[in-house]
């Protein structure tokens, strides 16, 4: 098993390269890039009276400093010392070649630059969004499978029973709401949207959080979270507790089992004995693209509703600002940790059914 999760590991380094480079070369040719975006903002300067202007490079961000207020003449077009400016500013003065190697050699030492717009380096600002899609995903992982696997076993058991019919009824009616749309539904009735005022509408922490008591920092924390979590469990949980239930009733028709019941053994030494590692192995081989779809993808839409400053909301404004360090960066760690937790996936097979051997299949 050891030498199977070296190789597993050792197959890293030639993904991450490969996503990194398909990446690199689809983005560089799409259009409307940072130098693009640059030069629509001054021309939109000019318009707005500012005349011809220089462009300010330092500190991580593009200012204009106005030279006339001569008014916006059409096709006059900018100063072609600003426009290489510019391009020096975000590195595209340079062979795409030379900025691909640039890159491979800045990603193998963890450096993923500065952001182009935001004026802080990619490191920092994945370092403050990591901390809320680390919360949303983790707790509304735990509370998912605490609730889905048991409900899950509990329907296979009862089969046709009411029970299974009414709680499928509600997984259903779950499952088609979209959990963008249940977060506004609970912003409207439980955060002041009309109705009752019991949870914040934005963000994850108070703003004098520092001053509480550390017992008074985990309420307030809890008390944030709460209504984002919610809303992502709700669409999470449905499509589980159907894929648990499946897997136990596939299993409990089996031979194994009846022999079981046949020598004298209790359902619950059966279930929980026999069936439940057998069942499970479905289950876990889907943890590690339903943690990803969480943790990151699936927090998106959260994060925008309730205002909070995620890895998913990061990625998704870089890329419609063509901010490529901050696109690339967030990429390399969404491929790098959704990679790893495949592996760990792999791993838990092992402790769940011993009698899996990937050494043995390599």
């Known amino acids: 098993m050891t030498s199977y999760i070296a190789r597993r590991f050792l197959l ?35 318009k707005s009276g500012f005349g011809s202007g220089t462009a300010d490079m330092t500190g991580g961000n ?34 795409l070649h030379q900025r691909y190697f ?35 995903g983790l707790w509304s992982m735990l509370i998912t499978y605490l609730i889905s696997i048991p409900l899950g076993i509990k329907k296979a058991v009862r089969n046709g029973s009411p029970f299974d019919i009414w709680s499928s009824s509600v997984i ?19 955060a002041g949207g009309g109705y009752l005022d019991w949870f914040p509408l934005r963000g994850l922490i108070s703003n004098n959080f520092e001053d509480l008591t550390w017992y008074g920092k985990i309420g307030d924390y809890l008390w944030h979270i709460t209504l984002p979590v919610v809303a992502m469990v709700i669409g999470g949980f449905a499509g589980l507790t159907m894929l648990t239930k499946n897997s136990f009733l596939d299993e409990i028709h089996k031979q194994y089992v009846i022999t079981a019941r046949a020598k004298g053994l209790t359902e619950k030494r059966i279930l929980y004995g026999h069936v439940f590692r057998n069942a499970m192995l479905l289950v876990i081989a889907g943890f590690p693209a339903a943690f990803i779809g969480s943790f990151f993808t699936g927090a998106l839409l959260i994060e925008v509703i309730f205002s909070l400053n995620g890895l998913g909301l990061l990625g998704y404004d870089a890329t419609l600002q063509r901010d490529y360090p901050v696109m690339f960066g967030t990429l390399y760690m969404f491929t790098l ?5 495949n592996i760990l996936g792999d791993i838990v097979y092992t402790l769940v059914d011993p009698r899996i051997d990937f050494e043995a299949r390599g």
Request: overall charge neutral.
């Open 337 to 341: 940790v959704g990679l790893v937790l």
């Open 12 to 46: 890293l380094i030639p993904t991450l390269w490969a996503i990194i480079t398909l990446n690199f070369f689809i983005v560089q040719i799409a259009p409307g890039g940072p130098v693009e975006q640059a030069i629509a903002t001054i021309e939109l300067g000019e």
């Open 172 to 190: 259903i009616i779950g499952y088609a709401i979209p959990p963008f749309l249940f977060a506004v539904l609970l912003i409207v009735i439980f």
């Open 62 to 95: 593009l200012t204009l400093t106005a030279k006339s207020e001569q008014k916006y003449q059409g096709g006059r077009g900018l100063d072609p010392e600003v426009i290489e400016a510019i391009k020096k500013r975000f590195g595209f003065d340079k062979p």
């Open 102 to 136: 640039d890159m491979l050699w800045s990603y193998i030492r963890f450096d993923f630059g500065d952001s182009l717009f935001r004026g802080a380096s990619v490191m920092t600002l994945i370092k403050q969004s990591l901390p809320v899609s680390i919360s949303l």
